[in-house]
């Protein structure tokens, strides 16, 4: 089984910045594309940005130039760095990973979600 595991949520300042972290355990034989999406209440899960095994990126338009994600392959780890954040970005925020097992079985796995709140 794999796990997904992040941490670096909080309460931050309009302004402020906050490094979110995720880190992918278990039976693993590669990881593809990871990534990083956010859910308001009340509002549907979206795609904060993601990151392919070999470093292409994809931002949504609302973080570009703010916010960065990277990934560390040996330590199958992947990193959002927030900066500028605003009230907008108050949300869960829930890490992606796409898969493939020892068996070449490919899936999507999703971490437990960690709470990013920008106060104003």
């Known amino acids: 089984q794999v796990q997904l595991v992040e941490s670096g949520g909080g309460l931050v300042q309009a302004g402020g910045s906050l490094r979110l972290s995720c880190a992918a355990s278990g039976i693993i034989f590669s990881i593809n594309t990871m990534g990083w999406y956010r859910q308001a209440p009340g509002k549907q899960r979206e795609l904060v940005a993601t990151?392919?095994?070999?470093?292409?990126?994809n931002y949504a338009d609302s973080v570009k130039g703010r916010f960065t994600i990277s990934r560390d392959n040996v330590k199958r780890t992947v990193y959002l760095q927030m900066n500028s954040l605003k009230p907008e970005d108050t949300a869960a925020y829930y890490c992606?990973?796409?898969?493939?097992?020892?068996?070449?079985?490919?899936?999507?796995?999703w971490g437990q979600g960690t709470r990013v709140t920008v106060s104003s």
């Open positions: 990151i392919t095994d070999v470093g292409i990126t």
């Open positions: 992606n990973a796409n898969v493939q097992s020892v068996t070449f079985r490919i899936r999507d796995y």
